[in-house]
């Protein structure tokens, strides 16, 4: 895997030195730029590549949170993201975002390291499904057909194959894609997206999780597995389905 190319965003420049030095220190990362605001740091991406970001929450013109929101609306896909922040209130809101980590300041270089090797695990989880698709492209037979759906203020077009799984949140759905660091965020029921999607390669298993049969890794007792290690459990109305197809698949 090539080394992960990294901006660093943060508007005070003490906190921005000693972030761009933890990511000289790490041998897979390679720092793109620092930026001292979110204004900068859509500029530098606009004009290189980037894999991800660490970026501080509290700026001014245009916060972390807000940032990131608009750069999954422009930016596809999107860079993955580490948020680096003071407040740890603002760490459920991070994660709702699908950020890799939170970083709460002040943090030492082994936090900092922690987070790094989650992002180059996650990068190399994603690399890793694309070259997949690439040489077995008879494992996603409805490459060419993708999910219309409003979601994050717009109409998306989502390629089945994309879709890792589908996670129910009250009256919305997180969709969890390959190409998106962060869920799509989709006012739907489950019953409806079970209808959207190909029952051939798409199964419910829980009131909360409908999973694409393409990413299963493994099943264990009351779980399952994607490729991306994600682990999901398996409700008791949805056993007798899963199993069945399991049996199917041995069969």
């Not at 501080?56 to 596809?76: C, K, S, T, Y």
């Not at 459920?92 to 980590?101: I, N, P, R, S, W």
């Not at 879709?163 to 409806?192: C, H, N, W």
Request: with cysteine; net charge neutral; proline share 5%.
């Amino acid at each position: 895997m090539n080394r992960v190319r990294v901006l660093a965003i943060d508007d005070e420049p003490l906190a921005l030195r000693q972030l761009a030095s933890y990511v000289d220190r790490v041998p897979e990362l390679l720092l793109v730029a620092n930026c001292q605001s979110a204004v900068e740091a859509m500029s530098v991406i606009s004009r290189e590549d980037v894999d991800a970001i660490f970026c501080d929450i509290n700026m001014p013109d245009l916060n972390g949170m807000d940032f990131v929101r608009a750069l999954g609306r422009e930016q596809q896909p999107s860079p993955l993201v580490v948020f680096t922040t003071a407040y740890s209130q603002y760490a459920l809101e991070g994660f709702e975002l699908a950020a890799v980590d939170f970083l709460l300041k002040p943090y030492s270089f082994m936090d900092f390291k922690r987070a790094a090797d989650r992002l180059v695990e996650r990068k190399r989880q994603l690399e890793a499904v694309k070259q997949n698709e690439k040489n077995n492209p008879e494992l996603h037979p409805d490459a060419s057909e993708v999910l219309y759906v409003r979601a994050d203020h717009r109409t998306q077009a989502i390629p089945f194959r994309d879709i890792r799984y589908v996670q129910a949140m009250g009256e919305y759905l997180r969709i969890f894609t390959d190409s998106q660091p962060r869920p799509l965020m989709a006012l739907l029921s489950m019953k409806r997206m079970s209808e959207m999607l190909p029952r051939e390669h798409f199964m419910r298993i829980h009131r909360s999780h409908i999973i694409n049969l393409n990413r299963i890794a493994h099943f264990s007792k009351g779980s399952v597995t994607l490729t991306d290690g994600t682990v999901l459990n398996i409700g008791d109305n949805y056993r007798a389905d899963v199993e069945a197809w399991v049996a199917k698949r041995k069969a």
